[in-house]
């Protein structure tokens, strides 16, 4: 596979380590009431679909950014690849 | 007499012969040849023995579809099993030997099985040996291995060396044939960067076994003109004897070239083979067709083969396996084949045709509506039943059969990534559907297209669009005048109604009786037939048997072929070897090697090495007269705490934390506070997962307000980099902090015991105060050492005495060693190892990787109250889980054996003294072990139920596994200085 870095452009999957869902960027909040429920949610419930996929990948042998590659399961067909930094602050995460 | 069924032509070199052996028996062959080749010109028809009834069996085919004639080749440690003749080229000194046969090819005393062949159908060995199940392994394996088998391996280690490499190209043409070679004109002379592959040493593909001319003149011709030109293009890479093995995501596909496997050994710094990764941009498949077979009763006897290879055999290097051949055939692949024979002066018995309306093109006698019923011949043809059209049966005299069922286009890589072929009524075959891959185009008779015409103008087509997509404009190009006959075909996958079995898969022994059984027996579907009857799954993937099968099973059940379906086609195309995979990855070369910066010193000390990851650390330090690894260690354990040793920590995780959040960031990937630590101080840090177990520990030093160094353990100091990198970028965007992994950089040494601040006072400039009250104990400094050469002074300890770490920029790592083991001389300074260091920290109680093993919480380790509560850390709040705080937790303690002279070992499982040894009545386990020399016996550190509530109690330790059981009390871990009165000293 090949993965467009939006900073470095294609680069072999080779490249990369996967982590998985993007969703685990969306770390709840530990001062919720029902927090422990929430984390548990957050770690353990996973989609699988089988298609459009939103994924972390970790440019471990390049420049080590964080990346959200929306990947197609079935056919590897990449249609986005963000900075996970760049999604994680527009969901609101800072600091 | 050699080469007696050698004939007048082909594209052999007649100049250059070439000696080989097979069997013992020495032949000759010529430049040009291959292995099946040049035998069959020795009239040489009998190649090896069937899979499971060690049937005789020649040639069927002339290309790597090949399911009969496989070999050993070569010898001693280069022997290949499994070999196919039929793509061996032949070199001097080739030799070869027939397999699956004892005592000899002509006399194969399992040929019995054949004989039983009722019992041996499909599903037998399921069926006869179920039972006893133990049996299975120990006596029913063995036994139907050695019956049934192929080649032996040499078990030797390959001498060779095997390389990988990777390409990138604008259009990456598989194949070389007509199609692909007017495809590489097209592309190439439009600018494009082209690679043109091949499975073949000779270029051409079916051009080199038909005998149309091509503008009224050879097709050689323009084969050698268009190579010829596309040679002297410096955007050509021709790459014969390169078989792309797979289509792979995003335009990627794998190749395999034959570097050096049509010579006797590799030259000099050659790699035997080469396995490519090619980027492509476009592709184009232009891997043409494959014949296929029919069956008929006793179809597989040596001398029958192909139409199409016997073409191939007879026009490309000028052998025949007989001077009087039939010919077997629906479509018109077999009235060519007898005029091409009729050219070189053999003799036809007869074009045998099922087809009613059929009519000669050539002087041959030809038998319309008739078929082959039977064959007669036991290590070879020599006569054929065939039933005519009127139903009356007649025997022909001749010594070999071609057969033609039709060809299937060679779809293989538009499957790989998913696409399915589609049914094409015409050819009666599958073609191409929508492929799946990226960017692929599929040109002549792989698209099936069958005439020479065809093949030339769409390989030129198929160029001029693919590149278009790159935005380069190609411009048609001038194509040879060729024959444009489609051909016609009325499928007959096989002749109902004669005696015997006819064969579909020759190399697994797979017959129509077999597909029958398994439609009786309910595995209809494609996949279940497969796995029941072992159908295309030999080494040749059943090219030659697929489709055949597909068609009598679509039959038994009353449905059409593409109702039926077809088998998914997965990379390799062909059959790779092992060693083209793991490329250089062998032996030491496997991973990457690394050396700590006192390695070369070390080696020097006669150190004893280990592995930790890819690491090699010093083990241990051997002096002159230790006998014993334990003589060893315990001298360095004993040296270290009685006066000072020295240890090469650098492999130790090393991450540099820099930024004006530097601080918060660090609170939360520790669980433990680390706010407020001071600069010029160091702190132990637990790391937890979000899981709430414990993922990593270590030491993190507070440089400056906004700079700090964390440490690791060395076996997860690149899991936690990628950890913080994954908080840093996606948990807290926001943070102003900047992470660089620093453990090459630094060479590191633990310099411990009650004379290490005397030793290090010696080392470290004089303005830098290192005493007790200006330097105490977990204290952190940057500083200079020998003179000015900058380092870094921690006072930890893993060891539990006065201890510090000192680094120094890696490339003075070496220098640094020398200078500590000479300033040490007076202390008489003694470098440990591993093993050392592993005994030291084992009687102190610290935990180390056998203990943070990735089950085992904060509680465990009886660190429970570092784990912040008034603050957001990774791991903090799942680490209240109920299931993970349970009042009989484990916990670690220390232990002890009752009577000293026993050992304590890791891994075994703790249980009370009375009750018996079983999982139920489990307390805990034994995590870290080893013998004290400061305690004089063995102790060990383990996690045991309450574990700090139970001091003093007397439990059993039981390892089933090494047959111990000893009584040990439970003590506190801290064997060693319980108080910490020597850190602090």
Known sequence: ?95 | MTQTMRLGGGMIDRSKPLNFRFDGKSYQGFDGDTLASALMANDVRLIGRSFKYHRPRGVLTAGSDEPNALVELREGARREPNSRATVAELFDGLVAQSQNRWPSLSFDALAINDRFSNFLTAGFYYKTFMWPAAFWEKLYEPIIRRAAGLGSLSLAEDPDSYDKGFLHCDLLIIGAGPAGLSAALTAARAGAEIILADEDFRLGGRLNSETHPLDDAPASDWINASIAELESLPNVRLMPRTTVIGAFDHGIFGAVERVSDHLLTPPEGKPRQTLWRIYTKRSLLAAGAAERPIAFPNNDRPGILLAGALQSYVNRWAATPARRIAVFTNNDTGHRTALDLIAKGIEIAAVIDPRPDVTRTGDYPLLAGAVVSNTAGRLGLKSIEVRLASGEMRRLECQALAVSGGWNPNVHMTCHKRGLPVWDEGIAAFVPGETGAQGMFVAGAAEGRFSTADALTRGMEQAIVALGELDRKAHTIALPKAENDTGSITPCWQVKGGKGRAWLDFQNDVTTKDVKLAHQEGFRSVEHLKRYTTLGMATDQGKTANMGALAIMAELAGKSIPETGTTIYRPPYTPVAIAAFAGRSRGTDFRPTRLTPSHQWAVEQGAVFVETGNWLRAQWFPRPGETDWRQSVDREVLATRRSVGICDVTTLGKIDIQGSDAATFINKVYANGFAKLPVGKTRYGLMLREDGIVMDDGTTARLAEDHFVMTTTTANAVSVYRHLEFARQCLWPGLDVQLISTTEAWAQFAVAGPNSRKLLEKIVDKNFDISNEAFPFMACGEITVCGGLRARLFRISFSGELAFEIAVPSRYGDALIRQLMQAGEEFEATPYGTEALGVMRIEKGHAAGNELNGTTTALNLGMARMVSKTKDSIGSTLSEREGLNQPDALMQVGLRPLDKSRKVTAGAHLMVRTAAANAKNDQGYITSACYSPNLGHSIGIGFLKNGAERKGEILRAVSPLTNLEIEVEVVSAHFIDPEGKRLHA
Not at chain 1, 26 to 39: I, L, S, Y
Not at chain 1, 60 to 85: K, P, Y
């Open chain 1, 1 to 95: 596979m090949i993965i467009n870095h939006p900073l470095l452009g294609p680069r072999d999957a080779q490249e990369f380590t996967y982590l998985g869902d993007a969703n685990l960027i969306n770390r709840p909040d530990w001062q919720a009431e029902d927090a422990v429920d929430q984390f548990h949610e957050y770690l353990y419930q996973r989609d699988n679909p089988a298609g459009k996929h939103r994924e972390l990948w970790y440019h471990e042998a390049g420049d080590r950014s964080w990346l959200v590659v929306t990947r197609d399961t079935l056919t590897h067909e990449i249609t986005g690849v963000e900075l996970a930094r760049d999604v994680a602050l527009k969901s609101g995460r800072g600091k």
